[in-house]
């Protein structure tokens, strides 16, 4: 599954990459986080996702309420003040997922223009809970992701 978009926030460009492109920044914008654990450009970070939403659609899960999900990424493919791309694996009820995230940056006039890419692979969760609520809980997950940026970067 893939998802893009873009919005412009009022912010100093060098603010921004300090966001973007540091992994303690970034693990912080992260939803639900209840640890986290920084090496450099790499993160580890373990969270906790309520599913009662969705497995109330699902019959053979609808005992499930919340997934603990481990989360390894790193912050790579840094082109210094024009992109950063985030990427991991994770895992939750044994079951393995990858994401990724690519932002490229640009000055416009007073503004900062974050143009961003999300995808993921998330091998067996579609079969277990079904496509299109698989789908439904990535996309909230990625908003939720980057409305927490554009705030952080509001804020700044």
């Keep these: 599954m893939e998802q893009n978009g873009e919005f412009e926030v009022e912010a100093d460009m060098d603010k921004v990459w300090g966001v973007i492109s540091d992994a303690n920044e970034f693990s912080k914008l992260l939803p639900d986080v209840s640890s986290v654990s920084i090496n450099g450009d790499e993160f ?57 995230l690519g932002l490229d940056i640009s000055q416009i006039e007073k503004r900062v223009k974050v143009a961003w890419k999300a995808g993921m692979e998330t091998g067996g969760f579609a079969k277990i809970f079904g496509e299109a609520t698989i789908d439904e809980a990535i996309k909230t997950t990625v908003e939720q992701v980057i409305e927490n940026i554009k705030k952080r970067l509001t804020l700044m």
Excluded at 59 to 77: T, W
């Design 44 to 100: 580890e970070v373990r969270f906790n996702v309520d599913i009662r939403k969705y497995t109330s659609k699902f019959m053979g899960a609808s005992y499930l309420s919340n997934l603990n999900v481990k989360f390894s990424g790193s912050v790579k493919n840094k082109n210094l003040k024009k992109h950063v791309e985030i990427e991991g694996k994770g895992s939750a009820v044994g079951i393995k997922f990858s994401i990724s």
